[in-house]
């Protein structure tokens, strides 16, 4: 079966602050597939890192249509809040999160039959934050 990696990281400067997302979408080789650097206004940290895994599910999904039901997909992020929370693991506090967390829990039950989530070191994730840098810098 084959396997796609998508890194994600989503950031704010100043919490909330001005806010943007990162994704890396890679084969298992590791070959770049595609690269989303999105700014998305006003966000706090955690929102960001979010709408980073929900803005990667939307992009596979446009990317590869109806074949992610037969496909196996690993989210990779640095966020282990963030993952712990939408593998069911954690509660969320933040009432701004639950919307997200809803669009996320759709779309993997609709479109990711085979989709891991992953905590990765801030060393592991470093394309994924280069873009998330990115798009705050070029606001």
Not at 46 to 66: D, I, P, Q, R, W
Not at 94 to 114: D, K, Q, S, T, Y
Request: glycine letters at 8%; aromatic letters at 6%.
């Amino acid at each position: 079966m084959e396997k796609i990696i998508a890194y994600t990281d989503g950031g704010a400067r100043g919490n909330p602050g001005p806010a943007g997302v990162g994704i890396q979408i890679v084969n298992e080789q590791g070959d770049v597939i595609k690269e989303v650097s999105e700014f998305i206004g006003n966000a706090t940290n955690n929102f960001a890192e979010y709408l980073a895994v929900a803005t990667a599910l939307s992009t596979l999904k446009s990317h590869f249509g109806k074949k992610t039901k037969e496909m196996a997909f690993e989210l990779r992020m640095d966020s282990e809040l963030v993952k712990k929370q939408l593998n069911g693991e954690y509660q969320i506090k933040e009432p701004g999160l639950v919307p997200l967390f809803i669009e996320i829990h759709n779309l993997r039950v609709a479109n990711f039959p085979n989709l891991t989530l992953t905590h990765v070191r801030r060393e592991q994730n470093k394309e994924a934050d280069r873009l998330a840098n990115e798009a705050m810098d070029n606001a």
